[in-house]
């Protein structure tokens, strides 16, 4: 059976998409800060349940131990944060966007390395990270500036990451998962978190070194960077 790793699993996207790989009898290995006051992670049979604050390096390093000789297929960065949606000039909480650069740029790459040894030992090596489509340049408008930064930042990573890996046969995809009715998309978003995960996880069946480092909508369609 393959395997996937989850961060920020508790809830969301990172909760529906151990689900839908569980129910596909895929070994899923869940992270979240607190996966024992998870519920919806207790509900997945077989899932395990791994605690993770994806910002602490020491315990990033501690995962990266305990899964030592464990082979990952995939590898989904989904862990994120928004920050406050009115940042801007003269609103700005600098240690709030520090902490948003944290969760989200810094924390996949640290997950990335950390996980290498492993996604080299999987059958599909593949990375695949959760950005959003407000991290686009080409599309961009005001408001929330760290959050579309730290999207921003995260892709240029990811595209990194894509040219780094490719040598060692390891594809990457940067997703953005539609708007969608979580806690960071409201009540009044487009998608359910289920309609969401089964794009996704389309767009990641069908990745590969020709697709890698592309940014993928959750149908599949390309988004200008």
Request: a positive charge.
């Amino acid at each position: 059976m393959p395997t996937v790793l989850v961060t920020g699993a508790s809830r969301g996207l990172g909760l529906e998409l151990c689900r839908q790989y569980a129910a596909e009898a895929w070994t899923v290995i869940a992270c979240a800060r607190s996966p024992d006051k998870a519920p919806g992670l207790a509900a997945i049979a077989g899932v395990r349940r791994e605690a993770l604050d994806v910002t602490d390096r020491d315990q990033v390093s501690d995962l990266a131990r305990r899964l030592s000789g464990v082979p990952i297929d995939v590898v989904i960065n989904n862990a994120g944060i928004y920050g406050r949606r009115d940042a801007g000039i003269g609103c700005m909480d600098f240690a709030e966007w520090e902490q948003v650069l944290r969760v989200n740029v810094l924390a996949p790459f640290a997950m990335a390395e950390a996980l290498l040894p492993n996604l080299r030992a999987g059958g599909q090596k593949k990375l695949a990270t959760v950005s959003s489509r407000m991290g686009s340049i080409a599309e961009a408008s005001g408001n929330a500036v760290p959050y579309r930064s730290s999207k921003a930042a995260l892709n240029m990573v990811m595209k990194c990451l894509a040219t780094e890996l490719a040598g060692q046969g390891i594809a990457v995809a940067v997703l953005h998962p539609g708007w969608v009715r979580t806690d960071m998309g409201g009540p009044g978003a487009d998608l359910s978190p289920a309609e969401s995960v089964a794009g996704m996880r389309k767009a990641i069946a069908a990745l590969d070194l020709a697709r890698s480092g592309q940014f993928v909508n959750y149908d599949g369609k390309t988004i200008p960077w």
